[in-house]
């Protein structure tokens, strides 16, 4: 189901709480929200639907993925950038990385971990943070 984009930046200022099974529909709200504004937004966090769980969507190479519980093992090859959210109004510096290792669950609580680069890494980055309560 589509949902509302939350504006509230306290809201988003909090740190999610960890994903569990019973949050599977979470995951199928933000892809369909994500979906439904993929014209101005490459991914989204559950706070984002405020839902505070820390589930992401994210474009990756044109295919929509989802992390349950993401975590950056591993980030090098820093760099500035500018960036903009859905929830927030004008853009920001941010420090990123261009190669990251992610670990994270899938739908079925499976775990994986992979290396991501470039932008779908800038983008995991944005995410993740809003899971950790950083407004970028």
Not at 14 to 36: H, N, W, Y
Request: proline share 4%; glycine share 6%.
């Amino acid at each position: 189901m589509i949902k509302e984009i939350v504006h509230d930046p306290i809201f988003l200022g909090q740190k999610s709480l960890p994903a569990t099974p019973d949050d599977i529909s979470v995951a199928d709200d933000l892809l369909d929200t994500l979906e439904a504004n993929a014209d101005r937004c490459v991914g989204m966090a559950a706070n984002m639907i405020g839902v505070k769980k820390c589930i992401i969507v994210f474009d990756d190479n044109g295919k929509f993925s989802e992390m349950f519980n993401p975590v950056i093992l591993e980030a090098k090859f820093p760099y500035d950038t500018e960036e903009n959210c859905l929830s927030l109004a004008g853009s920001r510096q941010t420090k990123r990385y261009k190669t990251i290792k992610v670990q994270w669950q899938t739908r079925k609580f499976e775990k994986r971990i992979k290396k991501f680069e470039g932008w779908t890494a800038q983008i995991i980055q944005h995410e993740i943070d809003h899971c950790n309560g950083v407004l970028i």
